[in-house]
């Protein structure tokens, strides 16, 4: 498995770097059968160190996880065992509900933009309909069934999902409700 650890504005000593290799490896190598990358990253919020990590499996799907603590072993040993956490319930369900994988998740190729907010009074009239683009990215659309969507949407602690119906061929999207259920748009 690959790491990438990194800090915003603060350096990482070998040390840490070493810790973290050796924790999180025996972590992800105890629930995922063949993890590709992980990137690891702290950054200081206020008082608090925030460690950050995110790791892509083999299927194609992608585990995150984020930590806050006042000490920066302490934030990775939070983010770790969330890890853990999500981890061993992906495996739970995955032993459950998905055997029949065998192959990556595919992933198509698709334009996201960033729009400008709004943030004018509602008395303004806009001087166009027009929303103004911040960004321009290339983002992945994984090709999922239904069950591995509302999965893939929980382990990113996402609160929308837009994947590619591998059953029907065609866009659809899973998110979180308002009182905690799954709703899924099927076009």
């Not at 190598?29 to 925030?50: I, L, M, W």
């Not at 992945?140 to 069950?147: C, Q, R």
Request: aromatic letters at 6%; one cysteine or more.
């Amino acid at each position: 498995m690959r790491y990438q650890i990194s800090g915003k504005q603060i350096d990482i000593g070998a040390a840490l770097q070493t810790h973290v290799q050796t924790e999180l490896g025996e972590v992800v190598g105890k629930y995922a059968q063949r993890p590709t990358d992980a990137n690891v990253v702290f950054s200081r919020s206020a008082h608090e160190y925030v460690c950050e990590t995110t790791v892509h499996l083999s299927t194609g799907l992608t585990a995150q996880a984020k930590a806050h603590a006042t000490e920066i072993y302490a934030a990775f040993e939070a983010c770790c065992d969330k890890m853990e956490t999500q981890l061993r319930r992906y495996k739970r369900r995955l032993k459950d509900h998905h055997k029949d994988r065998s192959e990556p998740v595919e992933l198509f190729g698709a334009s996201s933009y960033i729009l400008a907010s709004d943030e004018s009074d509602a008395a303004d009239e806009p001087e166009s309909l027009q929303p103004m683009i911040v960004a321009e990215m290339e983002t992945k659309i994984p090709s999922l069934s239904v069950g591995e969507a509302v999965m893939q949407m929980e382990l990113a602690g996402a609160p929308v999902l837009v994947f590619r119906n591998e059953n029907k061929d065609g866009l659809n999207v899973v998110y979180r409700r308002e009182d905690g259920n799954i709703g899924w748009i099927d076009p």
